[in-house]
């Protein structure tokens, strides 16, 4: 089945210690997204690539940093974590058409900072 | 950006039907209504989408009156194992659209 797949499914992390998490797709589909999600809020939008072009928000910390070096692979660095940072880690995609576009999210990687 | 409004949480029986508005006031033209589900520590999972009056799939129902100026997700028979976080959102292109609100907390009790 196509799926988007999240590796791993849980990170303990240092802090200040940079930290890659990674993403994969078998959708073949051209936008990707890293969303942020702390216990009791909804995701956050941290930034998406449609194809290599990449698309930061306004308020995502330069802490956060993504790479896509293909169109199934996506990672998110962490250069310097905080223990404010320690939350679920969901990558998503999406067809990047318009009109009747869905979210495909993968299981989420659950971060913690000690 | 269309911004919605869902109720915080609700509450339910096993076996009733579910009914949870978002009011969008200022949807567009062109924005879909897209309705994610989300358990503990999953991701979530998109149920149903529409642009007007009603879609059905095997999940569930989606009532959009004229004006679309809100939306009606409508879980049937609800159980036990539909308590999550369901999320509405509108848009139409990738990006920036995506932008979810709080959304609504069901718990389904016995």
Redesign the interface.
């Known amino acids: 089945d196509a799926m988007v797949i999240q590796n791993p499914r849980y990170q303990v992390t240092q802090f200040g210690k940079p930290v890659t998490l990674s993403c994969s797709q078998t959708l073949n589909h051209n936008v990707m997204y890293w969303y942020q999600q702390k216990s009791s809020q909804a995701p956050k939008l941290l930034f998406h690539y449609y194809d290599k072009d990449f698309n930061n928000e306004a308020d995502t910390p330069d802490n956060f940093q993504s790479r896509r070096p293909n169109t199934s692979f996506c990672f998110l660095d962490i250069r310097s974590p905080g223990l404010g940072d320690a939350a679920m880690y969901l990558c998503a995609t999406s067809r990047g058409g318009a009109g009747d576009e869905k979210l495909f999210f993968g299981s989420g990687t659950q971060l913690s900072v000690l | 950006l269309a911004k919605t409004t869902q109720p915080i949480s609700m509450d339910s029986y096993e076996g009733q039907e579910v009914n949870i508005t978002c009011s969008h006031n200022n949807i567009a033209t ?1 924005d ?1 209504i ?1 309705w ?1 589900q989300q358990f503990p ?6 149920i149903i ?1 529409g ?1 007007k009056t009603k879609v059905t799939n095997e999940v569930a129902s989606l009532f959009i009156p004229a004006d679309r100026k809100s939306s009606t997700l409508s879980l049937p028979r609800v159980s036990l194992s539909d308590t999550a976080v369901y ?1 509405c959102l509108v ?13 609504t907390r069901l718990s389904v009790l016995p």
């Open positions: 062109n879909y897209t994610y520590s999953q991701g979530p999972r998109f989408q642009y999320y848009g139409v292109d990738y990006g920036q659209n995506f932008v979810f609100g709080p959304g």
